[in-house]
Nanobody
């Protein structure tokens, strides 16, 4: 059974930082591309960042220079370091695993107050 469990969300003031974690089980983690998406209230889910199985990364323009995605294959965990947070970063952040099929976590709430 595949499980992606996010943690690390919370309430932070604008300009602050948070680090999200996503622990994966039931997949061959090191072979999967891993990503983070977010969904703000009333909006569609949008791409935030991705790290491939080979370690290449890409980011949404809105988070470039502020967010960093990384992975630890020994811990089956992907991270999202979020710095210089803005109120528009508020939303539910979802972990995604992709190889042949997509798997999703349940999400973790990030709220940035102005």
């Amino acid at each position: 059974q595949v499980q992606l469990v996010e943690s690390g969300g919370g309430l932070v003031q604008a300009g602050g930082s948070l680090r999200l974690s996503c622990a994966a089980s039931g997949i061959f983690f090191s072979s999967n591309d891993m990503g983070w998406y977010r969904q703000a209230p009333g909006k569609q889910r949008e791409f935030v960042a991705r790290i491939t199985s080979g370690g290449s990364t890409n980011y949404a323009d809105s988070v470039k220079g502020r967010f960093t995605i990384s992975r630890d294959n020994s811990k089956n965990t992907v991270y999202l370091q979020m710095n210089s947070l803005k109120p528009e970063d508020t939303g539910v952040y979802f972990c995604n695993s992709h190889r042949v099929v997509d798997y999703w976590g349940q999400g973790t709430q990030v709220t940035v107050s102005s």
